[in-house]
């Protein structure tokens, strides 16, 4: 890569940092701002990009669990979104045409439905790195969100399948054959250990099953996104994903500067972008009178619609497909750029304040909400223990298993992964499973009897959020949290929590401690 590419992402990244956006949005500036200067993107970039969303498809399907697919509001709720939205944005298409708006009016009935399916898509990046910033992966609105997206990628691959003629080949049965030696598979991964080696097998296996698939004429990145949910039950690969995270954000950086290179933009194709940004907020609506239709509470249908409205980079591949048929002009290529770019901004913009936003407005919201619940929301009463860890990770349960084993006020677990729990349960650890950033979480509990909150998450964001949380419950205990910063203890602490612990610092001492109590007793008196 040009080291101009490097000097202007980086420049841009921080600008957008600078002024509490994301980076990501930096990068998109950076590439418009690359290509109207004059600059080109080669060969290096679009490699860099196809990396990126290769290695981001494989670490979704490691964390992916395949029966939330099946989910009715999955499955379903994806397919009536999509249907509901062709048929509005093809009227929406023929009411600018009718109005004689360039471009739309030269668009026929196929082709505008074309339009209106490639709009349909919600980002895969924009929506995954949104959920990463945010600590929202495991959440219930972020797995419903990931699973959605999941459905439509499939969705996508099948098109592409029919609109190119590029069918599958015979030989793409023996991917079964996977299943077959998956126990060699699992005693390699085993065999790895955890060095160097960990991150070089995640690309083997990222890559590796890229290329299987394309050799049978299956599209690379699904065959990525399979392979990484054929070896999530695997106990490494919670790990291997944590080895690919940074190399994944790198790689991405390239797909967000390679959209501004698409074609150099005019005001009245900007002007044209932004009559289809109208559209985004009644794929919002949309989302989200389907997920209430279909039991979801409130609030995580309202955070799933949010994070799920936007364009997808699956518009530029149709459109892409159009111009080569010569159904479209190559300036509907900038057009769905920009208006995939747009729907970036906003989304990352407005789900900063998402939680703010469903706060301000619950009670409208909650007016859609249906009397019926799905049985994963709703929220048995936890145990009366006084203390109560959120987030049973590694430090979590570090702390459970201390508190339990040394103290006369027991502690029990939270957290927003069902599967841990169920794990965790079968442990016989008191552990329950909850949104505490989700306000009908805390609205559902006596708190009269809970004296400390201890947040073990890695998250700022999602420390703040929590006690927000409690604070509008009326909790009136004490809240402890952990932070890997000074700067992050710090903000913590202005933000009200009682008591914040520096991992690192906490861990030395605990080391010390615990190494201290090896010397001989003896020792005491020199």
């Known amino acids: ?86 048929v509005v944005t093809i009227t929406f298409i023929k009411i600018l045409a009718l109005m004689s ?28 790195k949104l959920l990463e910033e945010n600590g929202e992966m495991r959440t219930r609105h972020g797995k419903l969100a990931v699973s959605i997206l999941v459905i439509q990628d499939i969705i996508a691959v099948a098109f592409l399948v029919a609109a190119t003629g590029k069918m599958p080949s015979v030989w793409a049965f023996s991917l079964l054959g996977l299943f077959l030696i998956k126990p060699l598979i699992n005693r390699v991964i085993n065999h790895v250990g955890h060095g160097e080696l960990i991150p070089l097998m995640g690309f083997f296996l990222a890559l590796g099953s890229y290329e299987l698939f394309e050799l049978v004429n299956i599209k ?11 070896l999530a039950s695997h106990i490494k690969a919670t790990e291997i ?68 409205s936007n364009f997808s980079e699956f518009g530029l591949i149709v459109g892409a497909l159009s111009v080569s048929s010569g159904w479209l002009s190559n300036d509907w290529l900038v057009i769905l750029a920009l208006s995939m770019a747009i729907s970036f901004i906003l989304t990352n913009i407005l789900y900063r304040f998402a939680h703010t936003l469903f706060a301000k407005h619950r009670g409208f919201l909650s007016l859609f909400e249906r009397q019926a619940k799905l049985e994963e929301d709703s929220f048995c009463q936890p145990s009366q223990r006084p203390i109560v860890i959120i987030g049973m990770g590694r430090v979590g349960m570090g702390a459970y298993q201390a508190i339990n084993s ?59 959020s929590i006690t927000t949380q ?30 914040v612990f520096n991992f690192y610092t906490e861990a030395g001492v605990g080391f010390a401690e615990e190494s201290l109590a090896l010397l001989p007793k003896a020792c005491d008196n020199h």
Not at 220 to 230: S, T
Not at 473 to 487: C, F, S, T
């Open 1 to 86: 890569m040009d080291f101009i590419w490097i000097l202007f992402a980086f420049t841009c990244g921080l600008g957008a940092k600078s002024i509490s956006l994301p980076p990501s949005i930096g990068f998109l500036a950076a590439g418009f701002i690359l290509n109207i200067a004059g600059y080109q993107a080669d060969d290096s970039l679009s490699l860099l990009s196809d990396l990126g969303i290769t290695i981001m498809l494989f670490t979704i399907g490691l964390k992916l669990n395949v029966k939330n697919l099946f989910k009715t509001e999955v499955w379903l709720g994806c397919s009536l979104h999509t249907l509901l939205w062709i």
């Open 101 to 128: 708006v360039s471009y739309f009016s030269e668009l026929d009935l196929m082709t505008a439905a074309l339009i209106a399916f490639a709009l349909s898509f919600s980002s895969t990046v924009c929506v995954i």
């Open 220 to 230: 690379g990145d699904l065959g990525a996104l399979l392979v990484g949910m054929y």
């Open 241 to 308: 994903n944590k080895a690919l995270m940074g190399f994944k954000d790198i790689f991405l950086i390239g797909f967000f500067l390679s959209i501004g290179f698409t074609a150099v933009p005019t005001l009245e194709m900007l002007g044209l972008a932004t009559l289809l940004i109208l559209l985004i907020p009644i794929k919002f609506m949309m989302f989200y009178g389907i997920f209430s239709l279909l039991k979801m509470r409130c609030r995580s249908a309202f955070l799933s619609a949010l994070s799920l």
């Open 406 to 464: 040394h103290s006369t006020n027991p502690a029990w677990g939270l957290d927003a992964d069902k599967e841990k729990i169920n794990w965790l349960t079968s442990q016989d650890v008191e552990a329950y499973y909850g949104d505490a950033e989700d306000i009908h979480f805390w609205e559902s509990m006596d708190l009269s009897k809970l004296e400390l909150v201890l947040l073990a998450l890695p998250s700022v964001q999602d420390a703040i």
């Open 470 to 499: 409690l604070n509008a419950a009326n909790y009136q205990g004490k809240i402890a949290a952990v932070a890997r910063y000074d700067d992050e203890r710090l903000q913590l602490e202005e933000f009200g929590i009682d008591k």
